[in-house]
């Protein structure tokens, strides 16, 4: 079906993509992995029109063409849906659909409306996907948006789907409905390039897995003649020694103030928000990590929110560091040493046309300036201390941070806020979206920071990582804390029974 034969693309003498060869088949999935600038984007973007090769020659159903933009791969039958998906949020499911298309006209030249829902119902169903085409789309849920995206490009004639990390945003029961969604649309004949990070997925979905490094196809094979180590040592070139890193323990976690298990810096006492979530109690320890599970909607990201004071709780009580805590704003909380990740760092985190100087100098503006000047020798010499000790893989300070690969703005925006040496932090899915490798060392700074006295609260719905990664997990459903798990007595599957409600609320300390 798609054949590329020696493909290559450089950027400004940067070799981005070496010399390809690679052939995707009617009915299969190839899955495609790869750590966060390995290639994979340029690969995605050469196949959809979006960039040009520099060499090579690309060929589709048997003749060669000139993908030279994103409509003539469209007009072809390749479609991509990315990872974060391109829609008009205030209009309903059937006019996204129809977007750029001819809409149905009644006499007068009238939109009809009525048409347009029928067709966008019967394309949906064709497609298997169960949404209702008057609903706005904003309302949709995650995973409902990207069942839409992919009806509305089988609708179209599309015989090659490239899904770009289509699960990073979903809680594991979403991930399970759209991955079985991808089984039956590949067994209609339907080709799809599945590129993720999540290992387990692509092991499980893919026909044939192909692993890029530093931009180069290092490993084409059937996919069930690997497994997960296996994949990680051809993605790295090394092997991951260790999955979730522990350098403290129980009696000891670090030589600064507060260092002992047991001192509280962080408290929450029955707090509430209206529509968001109700009662929560929780505390956080100088040398802990806290684990806070639940599915998509529980209401963790709003918890975490009020407490760096983005919201303000209804009722309720919050004490820092032995001290009562009601935040008027986040800079309260910069201030009282409480930081906070967003789930959307991109949204919420970065401003993409900043530099990487000013992105990682902005946490610490007030204490490089002087008279209200800014120091400028200072803010280069912290801003290459971090890019060095956080391994930010960049050009140079001045390139532009929206350029950086997935894993190196995350750790941009986690120096930021580290170096302004903070009692607590809040993690917010820190590494969704990032490669395997970014992702060892986001644990590995995760795992220090609480070995050195810090109180982490780690939200997080991948379940190996916070169950791994936590010394508790709490774990919320619609808005309240349900369970609590400790230690070794912690499971995947217990966080994730509690998280859907299928096990008994238990807040002991002998597990869930």
């Known amino acids: 079906m798609l054949e590329l034969a020696g493909v290559c693309r450089s950027f400004g003498g940067v070799v981005a993509l070496e010399p390809t060869t690679l052939a995707v088949v009617p009915g299969e999935i190839l899955g495609l992995v790869g750590e966060n600038g390995a290639g994979k984007s340029t690969l995605i973007r050469l196949i959809s029109g979006v960039l040009s090769p520099d060499h090579g020659e690309i ?32 209009l309903t499911v059937a006019e996204n659909m129809l977007l750029g298309e001819r809409w149905p006209r009644r006499w007068g030249g009238r939109i009809d409306w009525e048409a347009m829902r029928a067709e966008a119902g019967r394309r949906l169903l064709r497609a298997g996907c169960e949404v209702a085409a008057d609903v706005e789309f904003s309302r949709l849920t995650a995973v409902e948006k990207q069942l839409v995206a992919i009806a509305t490009a089988l609708a179209r004639d599309a015989r090659l789907l490239i899904l770009d990390e ?121 040398g802990e990590v806290v684990g806070l599970a639940g599915l998509v909607g529980a209401g963790r990201s709003e918890l975490a929110r009020a407490i760096y004071g983005l ?37 919420h985190g970065l401003v993409a046309d900043h530099d990487v100087s000013s992105t990682l100098a902005i946490g610490i503006r007030d204490r490089l300036t002087r008279w209200g000047l800014v120091r400028e020798a200072e803010q280069r010499r912290r801003v290459t201390g971090m890019i060095s000790a956080y391994d930010i893989r960049c050009s140079g300070p001045g390139q532009l941070v929206g350029t950086l690969s997935g894993g190196n703005q995350q750790k941009a925006l986690l120096a930021r806020w580290l170096e302004r040496d903070p009692r607590v932090l809040i993690l917010d899915e820190p590494t969704r979206g990032v490669d395997v490798g970014a992702k060892a060392e986001i644990h590995s700074v995760v795992d220090r920071l609480a ?16 169950v791994g990664m936590s010394d508790r997990v ?26 859907a409600g299928l096990a008994p609320v238990s807040r002991e300390a002998e597990g869930c």
């Open 59 to 90: 060929s589709w159903q048997g003749r060669g063409v000139e993908l030279d933009s994103p409509r003539r791969a469209i007009d072809l039958g390749i479609a991509t849906i990315h990872q974060e998906l391109e829609y008009c949020g205030h």
């Open 451 to 466: 070995a050195a006295g810090h109180g982490v609260l780690l939200i997080s719905s991948d379940l190996p990582e916070v």
């Open 474 to 499: 709490l774990v919320m459903s619609r808005g309240s804390l349900v369970a609590e798990c400790h230690g070794e007595t912690q499971t995947e599957r217990e966080v994730l029974q509690a998280a």
């Open 166 to 286: 289509p699960t990073a945003s979903l809680a594991a029961p979403d991930a399970r409905r759209l991955i079985d969604h991808l089984k039956t649309i590949r067994d209609s004949g339907v080709a799809i390039i599945y590129v993720s990070h999540r290992l387990d997925e692509v092991l499980e979905l893919s026909d044939r897995i192909a692993v890029l490094r530093d931009g180069e196809l290092v490993h084409l094979a059937e996919a069930e003649a690997l497994d997960g180590p296996d994949l990680v040592r051809e993605m790295v070139g090394r092997p991951l020694q260790q999955v979730f890193p522990r350098t403290r323990d129980d009696s000891s976690t670090g030589d600064g103030p507060s260092s002992t298990t047991g001192n509280v810096l962080l408290r929450v006492q029955n707090l509430s928000r209206n529509g968001m979530f109700e009662g929560v109690s929780l505390d956080v320890q100088a």
């Open 311 to 347: 919201y303000r709780p209804d009722s309720g009580t919050m004490e820092l560091l032995g001290q009562p805590w009601q935040p008027k704003s986040p800079w309260d909380a910069l201030e009282a040493g409480l930081v906070y990740l967003p789930e959307e760092r991109k949204r």
